[in-house]
C-alpha cells in the first residue's frame, strides 16, 4: 500500500473550527495528493504537492490550505470547518516516471463537520 | 480539461453473470487509464492500469479492461463475478506530463447476488 499513513482517521468537529489532517508517507515519493470524495462525485483534488514547500491548487481548493515542510509529510488544514467539508479524505502519492505515473492511495480520514 | 463518465452508476448482478462497466474520457491526446477499486469502508486499490501497447489490459482478481482509442473507451470486464466483487469501481484518467493530475469518473456501484 505504497506505505502512506493518514491520522486521525475519523474526526468530528465543529463549524467554524479549525482541523488539520497529515498524510504520512514512507518511500520519499516527490507527488502526494489531497482528494475528497463525496457520493456522486468520485474523487476530486483539493492540492497537490510536487516537492517541499511546492505545492498548488486542485478542482476544490477553496477553503482548504496544505503545507509539505518534510518529504514524507503531507498536511491538509481546514481554517475554519464549515459542513460541506464533511467527508473523506483520500491522501496519495505517485509513484513511476512522467509516462507511467501511477497514483496509491492512503487509507483515508473521515470527516464530520457539525 | 479532462473528464470521465461512468454512466452506469449502480449495477446489480447475480453471481457467475459476466460483468462490463462503461468508461469514457475526453481528452485529444496520448492519455494514461486506470480502474480503481473501492471495497467497502476501505480505500482505493488500483486494479490495472494502461499507458501504451496491448490495448486489452489484465489486472488483478480476474479482471481485464479494453483501450478503444476511436471510441475514447476504457472498458472494464470480467467474465464471472463473484459476491466478493461487491465495491465501488473508479475510472480515472491522466495525461502524461498534465502535473501528474488524475481526472476520477464518478464511480460505478456493483452488488453482486449470491
Known amino acids: 500500500d505504497a506505505g502512506i499513513t493518514q491520522s486521525p482517521r475519523h474526526k468530528v468537529t465543529e463549524t467554524g473550527t479549525p482541523v488539520t489532517l497529515r498524510c504520512h508517507q514512507t518511500e520519499n515519493h516527490r507527488y502526494m495528493y489531497w482528494y475528497r470524495q463525496d457520493p456522486g462525485h468520485g474523487l476530486r483534488l483539493i492540492h497537490y504537492?510536487?516537492?517541499?514547500?511546492?505545492?498548488d491548487k486542485g478542482e476544490v481548493s477553496d477553503g482548504y490550505s496544505v503545507s509539505r515542510s518534510k518529504t514524507e509529510d503531507f498536511l491538509l488544514t481546514l481554517e475554519s470547518a464549515t459542513s460541506s467539508q464533511t467527508s473523506v479524505y483520500f491522501c496519495?502519492?505517485?509513484?513511476?516516471?512522467?509516462?507511467?505515473?501511477?497514483?496509491?492511495f492512503g487509507p483515508g480520514t473521515r470527516l464530520t463537520v457539525l | 480539461a479532462q473528464s470521465v463518465s461512468q454512466h452506469n452508476h449502480h449495477v446489480i448482478l447475480s453471481e457467475a453473470a459476466s460483468l462490463e462497466l462503461g468508461c469514457n474520457y475526453s481528452?485529444?491526446?496520448?492519455?494514461?487509464l486506470f480502474w480503481y477499486v473501492q471495497y467497502p469502508g476501505q480505500h482505493l486499490q488500483l486494479l490495472l492500469k494502461y499507458f501504451s501497447g496491448d490495448p486489452l489490459v489484465k489486472g488483478i482478481k480476474g479482471f481485464e479492461a479494453e483501450f478503444i482509442k476511436s471510441k475514447f473507451s476504457f472498458n472494464l470486464r470480467k467474465p464471472s463475478v463473484q459476491w466478493s466483487d461487491t465495491a465501488e469501481y473508479f475510472c480515472?484518467?491522466?495525461?502524461?506530463?498534465?502535473?501528474?493530475?488524475?481526472?476520477f469518473g464518478s464511480g460505478t456501484q456493483l452488488t453482486v447476488l449470491p
Open positions: 496519495a502519492i505517485s509513484a513511476g516516471t512522467a509516462s507511467t505515473d501511477t497514483q496509491y
Open positions: 504537492s510536487y516537492g517541499v514547500k511546492d505545492t
Open positions: 480515472a484518467v491522466n495525461a502524461p506530463g498534465s502535473a501528474r493530475q488524475l481526472t
Open positions: 481528452y485529444g491526446g496520448t492519455v494514461n
